[in-house]
């Protein structure tokens, strides 16, 4: 494995991991809870009146809603890193066809 795919693996990886909480935070899955107005409370209705009235637990809404308040746990972190990494050689391969 060239240096430059091993660089754009790893920087997929850890981008991801440390940029997960934020993007969480900016489409409204906050530690205070959804907020008002925001993407992730027309997530919440939606999957509300989808269900009945209320949000399913272990829903996407409802996990989404628990990385957001409490973090992504051990094993949701290992799989932002895994979309991370892949993303990152995805792009490197990319780059090196449009080069060509």
């Known amino acids: 494995m060239r ?16 940029l997960a909480p934020l993007a969480l935070g900016a489409i409204g899955f906050t530690s205070a809870g959804i907020a008002a107005g925001s ?16 949000v399913a637990a272990g829903s996407m809404v409802a996990l989404l809603q628990s990385a957001g308040a409490a973090g992504l746990s051990g094993a949701a972190t290992a799989a932002v890193g895994g979309v991370g990494a892949a993303a990152g050689a995805g792009l490197k391969l990319l780059a090196g066809v449009i080069r060509k």
Do not use: F, K
Request: no cysteine.
């Open 3 to 18: 240096v430059g795919t091993i660089v754009a693996v790893a920087g997929g990886a850890v981008g991801t991991v440390a």
């Open 39 to 54: 993407y992730a409370a027309s997530l919440m209705s939606a999957a509300a009146v989808a269900n009945g009235g209320g």
